[in-house]
């Protein structure tokens, strides 16, 4: 919708905030791919609303099993010619291929757009603006970022279906969009649950199989580092520092719209610096 703006929660834990309305939302559609009168176009709408919060639990169970299947088979002893005598012994089936394809087919829909992201980028008329390094530098930081954060909000996102299915509702109270940083024990408090289970996960899977620990770690780095990610990611100081290097910087903070600029005016002429309550501002000036 061209002309409307609206900013992202500035911090991880209001995001999470707002992803666990979200969820319910979305979650209350699913009675609504079934219902009559609705095209296929529309049932895909709401499935994809839906997935992308059952996503999470499907994902963490896929890990779960993974660990126990992983800690099964160290408890196995082959057996190549099983039952009578035979010449021909039965060797175990190996998936090593599919895993692989199905690894690099994930990992290519994941990275792929941020590729071809940076590449336009880079290779067109923008580059000059933004510098072809600060780009490069900017796509490999956002990424190990995301990478990090998506463990935490499996976690998240599995607790927030979980609390939808049990008949837990929030209500839709007005989101925090001001910057503002999180102190490290407000950040270590709320994710303190996070970072044990992934601090006894990493413990069973070294014990389980060492070379399977080192596949789950990028997962144990997300949820063990999370109170890290949470505070150095609302530091505003942080931001600034970014900005100045012209890192994650984005055509509306380089050239912002008409729209935003005018947002930028009235608020320095109405010293919303001074009243932030909105209800308040009414009060003093029903005009405003």
Not at 162 to 188: C, H, I, M, Y
Not at 197 to 212: E, H, K, N, R, Y
């Amino acid at each position: 919708l061209e002309g409307s703006w609206e900013e992202l929660p500035p911090i991880l834990i209001d995001f999470a905030i707002r992803d666990r309305r979200w969820c319910q939302g979305n979650m209350q559609h699913a009675r609504l791919m079934v219902a009559p009168g609705f095209k296929p176009l529309s049932r895909l709408h709401f499935f994809m609303g839906v997935m992308s919060f059952v996503s999470s639990p499907l994902w963490l169970l896929l890990l779960l099993s993974s660990t126990i299947a992983t800690l099964q088979n160290t408890q196995l002893t082959y057996s190549f010619f099983p039952g009578q005598f035979t010449m021909f012994p039965q060797w175990p089936v190996d998936r090593s291929f599919e895993m692989l394809v199905l690894l690099v087919f994930t990992i290519g829909m994941l990275v792929s757009p941020k590729i071809i992201s940076i590449l336009m980028v880079c290779l067109g008329r923008d580059r000059k603006q933004y510098g072809a390094v600060m780009v490069l530098a900017s796509g490999l930081l956002e990424t190990l970022y995301s990478a990090l954060q998506a463990p935490i909000m499996m976690m998240l996102h599995s607790q927030f279906v979980f609390s939808v299915l049990t008949g837990n509702q929030v209500g839709w109270d007005a989101q925090e969009r001001d910057d503002a940083g999180v102190p490290f024990k407000a950040a270590l408090k709320t994710h303190r649950a996070i970072i044990m289970l992934g601090l006894v996960w990493g413990a069973v899977a070294v014990f389980v199989d060492t070379a399977f620990f080192w596949w789950l770690s990028p997962i144990l780095a997300g949820l063990v580092l999370s109170p890290w990610l949470t505070h150095y990611s609302s530091s505003l100081a942080i931001g600034k520092a970014a900005r100045r290097m012209k890192l994650f910087v984005t055509p509306e903070e380089n050239d912002s719209p008409e729209e935003l600029r005018a947002l930028a005016r009235i608020n320095a002429e109405s010293g919303d610096d001074d009243v932030k309550d909105g209800l308040l501002r009414l009060i003093e000036d029903p005009y405003a």
